[in-house]
Every structure is written in structure tokens, then in C-alpha cells.
């Protein structure tokens, strides 16, 4: 099975929990648009939203460019949490895999994505943030290719 999310053009649902260290988990409900501007340059577009909580939604904006033929890809992010970012991703036989880190961050704030594909249509997603080596919040959520 060849990889839909990242490498094509499409909008993508969804919908998981949000894990903060000492609370309880909360829904998140989202979306991710992915276009392609060039032959190897992405935009991803993501918005998180907790909707039974007053809390400020979570944006991504996502720059990259993928190599298809080493299977791997850099990318510059800009998140509303985190503020500028960049990071590095493999393209594994069934999964995504990408790492990340803040720029000019005293805190060493990084994180991590898997996107584990479950069919042509569908991914379940693992994340988390860190700071130093401990972990401060996790998702778990399936993604849905939308259309």
C-alpha cells in the first residue's frame, strides 16, 4: 500500500483525544488540507479544536519538501503553541514518521507525529510535545480523508 496523506493533495478529518501531563484527556476535533505548489514543495494547513472546553484552538502551517525517492522530507512549521519550528520526516512502508524541534527554544521543546497508515482512506495518529525529556501533552486521533 502506497501512502494518501502527505504525498497527495486533499483534505483530511480528525478526530481523537487530547492528553495534558495531570488532566484528564479532552476531545479534539480538526482538519488538515494538504496541497502541493511544485513538484516536491508541500503546504499543510492544520486546526485543532476542543469543543466541549473554552480553550483556544491550535494551528499548523506547514512548508516542506519531500524527496520520493530517499522516502524522506524536511519541512518549516509555524504553530500558535509552539511559535516557529523545524523538523524532519520518514516515509516508512506503513507509516509516517516525523520529529521536531522549537528554534531559539531555552525550554528544548521538540516533539513527535505517527501517522500510522490503516487503509487508503484512514491514519491513526500518535503525537506528543516535549519539554527537556519529559513529556507535557499527547494525542491519539484518526485522520479521514474527507471527499
Given amino acids: 500500500m502506497t501512502h494518501s496523506f502527505l ?6 478529518q480528525l478526530q481523537g483525544v487530547w492528553i495534558e501531563r495531570d488532566r484528564q484527556p479532552k476531545p479534539v476535533q480538526g482538519m488538515t488540507i494538504i496541497a502541493w505548489t511544485q513538484a516536491d514543495w508541500f503546504t499543510m494547513v492544520t486546526k485543532l479544536v476542543f469543543p466541549q472546553e473554552e480553550r483556544p484552538e491550535i494551528s499548523f502551517q506547514y512548508r516542506g519538501r519531500l524527496d ?4 524522506q522530507y524536511t519541512f518549516v512549521l509555524r504553530q500558535t503553541i509552539l511559535g516557529k519550528i523545524e523538523g524532519e520526516g520518514w516515509l516508512a512502508s506503513q507509516s509516517i514518521i516525523q520529529r521536531y524541534w522549537v528554534l531559539g527554544d531555552g525550554q528544548r521543546r521538540s516533539g513527535f507525529d505517527t501517522f500510522y497508515q490503516l487503509d487508503q482512506d484512514s491514519y491513526h495518529l500518535s503525537s506528543a510535545i516535549l519539554t ?4 507535557t501533552s499527547a494525542m491519539e486521533a484518526r485522520l479521514n480523508r474527507k471527499g
Avoid: A, I, T
Avoid at 7 to 12: A, F, L, T
Fill in 7 to 12: 504525498v497527495e493533495s486533499g483534505s483530511w
Fill in 68 to 71: 520520493l525517492q530517499r522516502q
Fill in 132 to 135: 527537556g525529556h519529559y513529556l
